[in-house]
């Protein structure tokens, strides 16, 4: 069974450069989440799609982040302009609700710098 | 909004030993999910238990075991018979269920060292 999958792993980049981050939920999962890692803040939640549908970005730091999620097995995370303090480890998850209730299963991550 | 507070930043036992996480949290909600994951140096979240709020009867998973205190805010993570792939950083999460899932508020973590 394969698990959460993001691209890339390690990205690095120059401040004012678009960036994407992609992910591919574990197949059949209703959610998914996008979250950021970092020292000062620690894990926090940008947002969250329910069948596709974007249900909470409160937590999406400001426009220059965007999330879609086009179809069931793909969602993207796009900051335009990168800025130095958008250097982060950016977790995507997935879960069931009705099998797994709640249980979020976790991506490797994704290490953005920018410099 | 939801808190969870995680008041131990570092703990260091030896292997084998039992160790106990300790982790409180805020909350007006009746009906939420209670989580720890483990964090290796990998960074890969791995979930660990999970703790219905409605269930009284506390969660184990093997050597992994909670004290879960309701009334108290309180959702502690026993380990028992401690091992060096413990090492890692360990993170109490909190989800509201309303109807439908919801992201998780994480504590700050807590880094244990299995010491040989």
């Known amino acids: 069974d394969a698990g959460v999958i993001q691209s890339p792993r390690h990205e690095v980049t120059e401040m004012g450069q678009e960036v994407t981050l992609r992910c591919k939920p574990i197949?059949?999962?209703?959610?998914l989440f996008w979250y950021r890692q970092t020292m000062m803040r620690g894990l926090e939640l940008l947002i969250y799609f329910n069948n596709n549908v974007p249900i909470d970005d409160s937590g999406m730091p400001e426009d220059r982040f965007s999330a879609k999620m086009p179809n069931a097995s793909f969602s993207t995370l796009k900051i335009q302009p990168s800025e130095p303090r958008d250097s982060a480890v950016y977790f995507c998850?997935?879960?069931?609700?009705?099998?797994?209730?709640?249980?979020?299963?976790f991506g490797p991550g994704t290490r953005l710098l920018v410099l | 909004a939801q808190t969870v507070t995680q008041s131990q930043p570092e703990m260091s036992v030896q292997e084998a030993e039992t160790v106990t996480l300790s982790c409180t949290y805020d909350t007006s909600e009746n009906n939420y999910y209670l989580f720890w994951y483990k964090q290796p140096p990998s960074r890969q979240m791995i979930l660990v238990i999970r703790q219905e709020a409605y269930k009284q009867q506390n969660a184990t998973e093997n050597r992994f075991s909670v004290n879960f205190q309701k009334a108290a805010k309180s959702f502690s993570l026993k380990i028992s018979d401690s091992q060096l792939g413990d090492t890692a950083m360990y993170f109490c999460a909190f989800m509201k269920r309303r109807g439908g899932a919801d992201g998780l508020t994480f504590g700050k973590g807590t880094h244990l060292i299995i010491q040989p």
């Open positions: 197949s059949g999962h209703d959610y």
């Open positions: 998850a997935s879960s069931l609700l009705g099998g797994g209730q709640g249980t979020q299963y």
